[in-house]
């Protein structure tokens, strides 16, 4: 059960119903195909994180006109006749988005607020265009200060489609198969030899699975995309290890999935052991690399990678 009395319950609860009915616009491309393009930064996009995107700041919007809202995607070169035809053929099946208007509506980056959203349309795109792992966040803070966040996992573990969300201060929670949403926990493993270790399939670096050899770490879970914070702040795993690069670690990709690990009982950092702080667009996070656990071993995960 969500509370009703909590500071920012509005904004959960249209975060949940934003998230849930964002899933069914990339579950639904997923079944009927989508086109795939390349960014400028060589890293891919589909016409299902637009289509997504779209979605999303259009509800943000209509409930709070005010906020800010940053959000991954802002290059509309690729929104032609075709994706769009496509975008709208989905929202009419599904029924959602009637008054969008889906060439014009792509980004908000006109206003300053000091509510600030964040949106991750598709986390995980190549886990999403090999049919794995990949997961869709919101994240909202004020004044830079991570307030709540829901991140939706449609293929999670195999159990089907798992919600996550967190509170600043009123802790996270999961929903699985649209279920009632329970409490959720880091573990409470206290041997780092036998921790499970979180690491990503298509962005990792040597100095990750040094680090295990190390640490002498032997059980791994390898997947796509904020996923791997959902593992910690459930127990699934208990740490995860994330290869950082400064120029590109933005908002919407770490604030999700920090709120819900730090909400769960773990912590997350960098590497000296400072926690993650958040500034506008960008996710302040020294290289190389971040660092979320299930608080326990944390402080030995850091000595081991001095
Ligand atoms: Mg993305």
């Known amino acids: 059960m969500i509370s009703t009395e909590t500071p920012y319950y509005m904004e959960l609860k249209a975060a949940i119903e934003i998230v ?14 989508f086109q795939s393009y390349q960014k400028e930064d060589d890293s891919p996009v589909t ?36 994706a769009r035809k496509s975008i709208s053929s989905c929202y009419e099946t599904l029924n959602i988005g009637e008054n969008i208007d889906i060439g014009k509506s792509l980004m908000k980056k006109d206003k300053y607020s000091e509510r600030q959203w964040t949106v991750d349309p598709i ?11 990949y997961a869709i966040g919101i994240g909202f803070m004020i004044k830079s200060n991570p307030k709540i966040c829901t991140i939706s996992v449609p293929n999670y573990k195999k159990f089907g489609k798992a919600i996550f969300i967190a509170e600043k201060d009123n802790g996270s929670k999961i929903a699985i198969n649209n279920s009632e949403f329970i409490s959720l926990s880091v573990s409470n493993q206290s041997y780092l030899k036998q921790a499970k270790m979180c690491h990503s399939l298509h962005y990792d670096e040597p100095w990750v699975m040094d680090f295990a050899a190390r640490a002498e770490i032997t059980n791994f879970v390898q997947i796509d995309s904020m996923a791997k914070f959902c593992m910690i702040a ?9 290869p950082m690069n400064k120029s590109r670690s933005f908002a919407w990709d770490f604030l999700p999935g920090t709120l819900l690990v730090q909400e769960a009982g773990g912590t997350v950092s960098d590497l000296q052991g400072n926690r993650i702080e958040f500034n506008d667009d960008k996710c302040m996070v020294s290289a190389p690399g971040l660092i979320a656990s299930n608080s326990i071993i944390h402080d030995e995960i850091l000595k081991k990678l001095r």
């Open 20 to 33: 849930n009915t964002a899933s069914k616009i990339t579950e639904w491309f997923r079944q009927v195909g």
């Open 234 to 242: 459930d127990g699934t795993a208990d740490l995860y290890i994330k």
């Open 123 to 133: 986390d995980g795109t190549k886990g999403y265009q090999k049919g794995l792992s």
């Open 47 to 82: 016409i299902a994180d637009y289509a997504t995107q779209i979605f999303i700041i259009n509800k943000i919007m209509e409930q709070f006109p005010s906020d800010q809202i940053i959000a991954e995607e802002d290059d509309n070169s690729f929104l032609n006749h075709d």
